[in-house]
Each structure stands twice: as C-alpha cells, then as structure tokens.
C-alpha cells in the first residue's frame, strides 16, 4: 500500500529515510509502463512510497509530524 507520491525521488528518498530511522520498512516506486519509466512518454514521474497496510496509519502520522519541523 503506498502512502504518499512524490514528484521527485529526491523527495521520496528523503521521506524513506525519515520512515526507516522510525522503524518502519519502506520502499519506493516509480511510474512505468511495460518496464519503461513513464517520463520517456512524456508523462512527468511520480514515485510512491509503498509501506505495509498494518503501519499505514501510524506512519503516515509519523511523516506528517517530521515533515512539519524546520530543518537545522
């Protein structure tokens, strides 16, 4: 089940990070069609970060929170 798309992998490394440093197993991912990523059609990339439905909830709460604190 994923639980949030990114417009960049950048992004969704960033939020992976985040969630792994919280305990939870994530991954990432990407548009394709056929195998193919979906930017070679044109079609801007999204990544999505997949997580277990059993943690969806908490982490989903998890990111929220530490996406909202300033960066040092």
């Known amino acids: 089940m994923w ?4 417009r960049t992998k ?3 490394e960033r939020a992976r990070k985040i ?3 919280g305990g ?5 991912a990407h548009d394709n069609f056929e195998g193919v990523p979906i ?5 801007p990339a999204r990544f999505r ?3 277990d439905s059993h943690d969806l909830n908490r ?14």
Do not use: D, N, S
């Not at 639980?3 to 990114?6: A, G, L, T």
């Not at 982490?59 to 040092?72: D, G, N, S, V």
């Open 49 to 51: 970060l997949e997580i």
């Open 3 to 6: 639980i949030r798309i990114f």
């Open 59 to 72: 982490a989903a709460r998890y990111l929220a929170k530490k996406l909202k604190k300033p960066r040092k």
């Open 24 to 28: 939870f197993m994530v991954t990432i």
């Open 10 to 12: 950048r992004e969704a």
């Open 39 to 43: 930017e070679k059609y044109g079609v």
């Open 19 to 21: 969630l792994e440093e």
